[in-house]
Structure formats: structure tokens, C-alpha cells
T-cell receptor
């Protein structure tokens, strides 16, 4: 079974530039998450999709970050314009629906390391 | 507002001994708890989970214990091996609502040969 695919692996941009990250989740997984992980911290949820609808984007800085999940499969996360504090690893994860009373684990991609200079 | 907390940023253990990693949570709605392991330059990989209807789950060298009254869980690794050296994240979710996955800040485990 293929895992969660993310690209690019690394990206260096100057502040005020824009950048986009792509994620292809595990086939059949309805839930897709984007997390931001700053060095030394745990992953912080940015946005959660259920199929192609947004379930939770309360932590997404909407003045500069946007995300979409077309047709309920692939997803892109965009930052425009980037700030120095956006330097982090951006992780995409997907998760199957809970099976009755049993919840499920999320599977992560390798992440995209963004450096804003 | 950190709903999942790992208060020990690092832990060093001799090879062959037991490693115990701890995690506390504040949200009483959480009903599913997970441990993830992360190597440098890789995404977190799922290790083991436990549902709130249980107080223990075992998988080989890894055992997770859940104390709901104390809102505390722990991961035991016995015996510890050098390949276990990584950052371990505790995570929690609740099936009601959005079923978000909340993470702690991680504990870096070093197993000394």
C-alpha cells in the first residue's frame, strides 16, 4: 500500500514570496490533515479536510495561508506572502474513517521543510 | 492551550533497560491515544495506540498504559535498543466532533549502547 506522498521535500524562499506544497493521501482515506511543525515543537494542526470539505481551519492564518482538496483526493497548501516565522516542516497526514467504535491512526508523509530567508 | 503535554523533553536509557515515556492530557473528551516515533528528516510513524475502553495495549516490546482518572498515559519499551533512539510524540483524539489529532511536544529518547 502506497503511503502519503508530499512534494517538494525542501524549499527555500525569500520572505514575501509565495510557496505551495502538494499532498497525495493514502487511497480511500477520507480525512486529510496539514500540520506545521516548528523545530523543537510538536505538530500543530493547520487544517483538516473530510473528503473535499473543510472540517477545522481554526488554526490556519487565513490572511496568508490557504488550502484546498480538490475532488477529495490531493491537497495543496499555499503561503502567500511568506514570513520568516513560517520556517518549519509542513506535514500532511491522512486517516481512514473510524470503524464503528474503533478509531484509526493517521499516516504521515515525509514532510516539506520550508526555510524562509 | 496545549491539550496534550509531554513534560520530559529528553530521556537517556542504557541498552537493554526499560524506557518509560510519559504523557498527560487535559481534554476529558479524548477517547483514543496514539504514540508516534520520528526520525530526523522523516515524517512521524505510527507506533501503538489505545482506546479509552482499555487500560493497557501491548505490541511486542512496546506497551502503552492509560490512566483515565489521572488523564495520563505512558509508553514502555522493553528492552530498549539503540534503534529506538528517536523523538516520540504522544497524540490524542475524540471521535465526537472533528476527530482532530492533537500532539504533545515530544520526548527525545536516546538509547546508549
Amino acid at each position: 500500500e502506497a503511503g502519503v506522498a508530499q512534494s517538494p521535500r525542501y524549499k527555500i524562499i525569500e520572505k514575501r514570496q509565495s510557496v505551495a506544497f502538494w499532498c497525495n493521501p493514502i487511497s480511500g482515506h477520507a480525512t486529510l490533515y496539514w500540520y506545521q511543525q516548528i523545530l523543537g515543537q510538536g505538530p500543530k494542526l493547520l487544517i483538516q479536510f473530510q473528503n473535499n470539505g473543510v472540517v477545522d481551519d481554526s488554526q490556519l492564518p487565513k490572511d496568508r495561508f490557504s488550502a484546498e482538496r480538490l475532488k477529495g483526493v490531493d491537497s495543496t497548501l499555499k503561503i502567500q506572502p511568506a514570513k520568516l516565522e513560517d520556517s518549519a516542516v509542513y506535514l500532511c497526514a491522512s486517516r481512514a474513517r473510524p470503524r464503528g467504535t474503533v478509531n484509526t491512526e493517521a499516516f504521515f508523509g515525509q514532510g516539506t521543510r520550508l526555510t524562509v530567508v | 492551550d496545549q491539550q496534550v503535554k509531554q513534560n520530559s523533553p529528553s530521556l537517556s536509557v542504557q541498552e537493554g533497560r526499560i524506557s518509560i515515556l510519559n504523557c498527560d492530557y487535559t481534554n476529558s473528551m479524548f477517547d483514543y491515544f496514539l504514540w508516534y516515533k520520528k526520525y530526523p528528516a522523516e515524517g512521524p510513524t505510527f507506533l501503538i495506540s489505545i482506546s479509552s475502553i482499555k487500560d493497557k495495549n501491548e505490541d511486542g516490546r512496546f506497551t502503552v498504559f492509560l490512566n483515565k482518572s489521572a488523564k495520563h498515559l505512558s509508553l514502555h519499551i522493553v528492552p530498549s535498543q539503540p534503534g529506538d533512539s528517536a523523538v516520540y510524540f504522544c497524540a490524542a483524539s475524540a471521535k465526537t466532533g472533528a476527530n482532530n489529532l492533537f500532539f504533545g511536544t515530544g520526548t527525545r529518547l536516546t538509547v546508549i549502547p
